[in-house]
């Protein structure tokens, strides 16, 4: 069965430190991977997405995230946090056979001064 | 280009009174999505279009919940009669051929539900 884990509920970080949320997806084929985040109040937004190709993928607002298969894993990382990066961060995976999106709990960035 | 577009954007409504939430997918797109979000459950959809047509409505919680699409421009959910137990975030989503080809779902801002 398609899953995606966030294992991480809540995560602090400082202002200017590195950031790494993690995220493990289960799915049978070649999956596309999708980190969203969702501010306070807001819709979600995308920050970036993989489809094939190079693993390492960059998104906007200075994020990036490494696909990699032999973990299963899709982490997002940004080098040096902001305050406007608090925010509650998705981790979603799509396959090529269905149509839904399988969302992962979530992670809650809280940054500090 | 304008995003999804959901309304209204906030209500507080009675419990037995009816829901009307709708949305306005980008522009092209021909897949929709309702989900519905709480802190409890997490994000969950509650049912998808493709071409106007409703695919999966798996996730509709019981007979209380419809939806429509009747172009492709237009959708609504609506709750008749609303529970408390309604309260939540409601997202419609978008997306161009859906996500088995690998395109991307674009949400909107959301339809903050209180059922009083």
């Known amino acids: 069965a398609q899953s995606v884990t966030q294992p991480d509920i809540h995560i602090t970080v400082s202002e200017g430190a590195s950031l790494e949320l993690r995220c493990n997806y289960s799915?049978?084929?070649?999956?596309?991977l999708f980190w969203y985040v969702q501010s306070p109040g807001q819709g979600l937004q995308l920050l970036l997405k993989?489809?094939?190709?190079?693993?390492l993928v960059q998104g906007i607002k200075g994020f990036e995230a490494e696909f990699k298969r032999s973990q299963s894993s899709f982490n997002l990382r940004k080098p040096s946090v902001h305050w406007s990066d608090a925010a509650e961060y998705f981790c979603?995976?799509?396959?090529?056979?269905?149509?839904?999106?399988?969302f992962g709990t979530g992670t809650s960035l809280t940054v500090i001064p | 280009d304008a995003g999804v577009i959901q309304s209204p954007r906030h209500e507080v409504t009675e419990m037995g009174q009816e829901v009307t939430l709708r949305c306005k997918p980008i522009?092209?797109?021909?897949?929709l999505f309702w989900y519905r979000q709480t802190m409890m459950r997490g994000l969950e959809l509650l049912i998808y279009?493709?071409?106007?047509?409703?695919?999966?409505d798996s996730g509709m919680p019981e007979d209380r919940f419809s939806a429509k699409m009747p172009n492709a421009s237009f959708s609504t959910l609506k709750i008749q009669p609303s529970e408390p137990r309604d309260s939540a975030v409601y997202f419609c989503?978008?997306?161009?051929?859906?996500?088995?080809?690998?395109?991307?779902?674009?949400f909107g801002e959301g339809s903050w539900l209180t059922v009083v």
């Open positions: 979603a995976v799509g396959g090529t056979t269905g149509n839904q999106f399988y």
């Open positions: 993989y489809f094939s190709g190079d693993t």
């Open positions: 989503a978008s997306s161009f051929l859906g996500v088995f080809s690998g395109n991307t779902i674009y």
């Open positions: 279009f493709n071409n106007n047509v409703p695919i999966d």
């Open positions: 522009s092209g797109h021909n897949s």
């Open positions: 799915y049978g084929a070649t999956p596309y």
